[in-house]
């Protein structure tokens, strides 16, 4: 079963506005990832938060991670056309090695 | 590093046909991962591998399905006999510890 729920599944946008997208898991976790995916290829990792991390940045991303609601959320400032793909966040758990992943959200950032 | 390296890249099979996927992990990585992703299901973890050693396959879905590690850079997903509803795309990623993983290109698999 999936251990991370993403919400929205699909988000379409204009280019230049913020994109934010949710994140709700179930277990223990020690870290929470964000990946990305173009069509047809494979996942890059975008950012990992630990569990002791409430808000990381990098560049025009920026992670929360509320562990008391199992939450965490993405936001992509400033979005470009080049940000369209499907984000996805995937949790390592406390207690073993297993990187569970959502089902994503698809951003479309229109032009 | 060339980075996670998958083979082949895309795979047409038919039904009742052995398939063997191949994957080349990043030097100096301890953990394996296989997944498959489908439109109806999503990125499903098939079983992963720490240190050459399979610690969870509960993702595996039939006992047509199966994985080894031989060395520490190399791992291949066989299934025997292939069904239709295999067809699917089948990532191997791998990661250092509890850092990020690391996926490849993936493989394309039809089954007709």
């Known amino acids: 079963s999936q251990q991370g729920e993403e919400d929205p599944q699909a988000l379409s946008i204009q280019e230049g506005e913020n994109a934010t997208m949710n994140c709700s898991y179930k277990?223990?976790?020690?870290?929470l990832q964000w990946y990305r995916q173009n069509s047809g290829r494979g996942l890059v990792h975008l950012i990992l938060?630990?569990?002791?991390?409430r808000e990381k940045h990098s560049g025009r991303l920026r992670v929360t991670l509320d562990t008391s609601k199992k939450s965490s959320s993405l936001l992509i400032t400033a979005s470009r056309a080049a940000d369209t793909a499907s984000y996805f966040c995937?949790?390592?758990?406390?207690?073993?090695?297993?990187?569970?992943f959502g089902a994503g959200t698809t951003v479309t950032v229109r032009a | 590093d060339a980075g996670v390296i998958q083979s082949p890249r895309h795979e047409v099979t038919e039904m009742g046909q052995e398939v063997t996927l191949r994957c080349k992990l990043i030097?100096?990585?301890?953990?394996l991962f296989w997944y498959r992703q489908t439109m109806m299901r999503g990125l499903e973890l098939l079983i992963y591998?720490?240190?050459?050693?399979?610690?969870?396959d509960s993702g595996m879905p039939e006992d047509r399905f199966s994985a080894k590690m031989p060395n520490a850079s190399f791992s291949t997903l066989k299934i025997q006999p292939s069904e239709p509803r295999d067809s699917a795309v089948y990532f191997c990623?791998?990661?250092?510890?509890?850092?990020?993983?690391?996926f490849g290109q993936g493989t394309r698999l039809t089954v007709v």
């Open positions: 277990t223990s976790i020690n870290n």
């Open positions: 591998f720490n240190n050459n050693v399979p610690i969870d």
């Open positions: 990623a791998s990661s250092s510890d509890r850092f990020e993983a690391f």
């Open positions: 938060i630990r569990s002791n991390e």
């Open positions: 030097s100096g990585h301890n953990s």
């Open positions: 995937a949790t390592r758990r406390s207690n073993d090695y297993k990187l569970s």
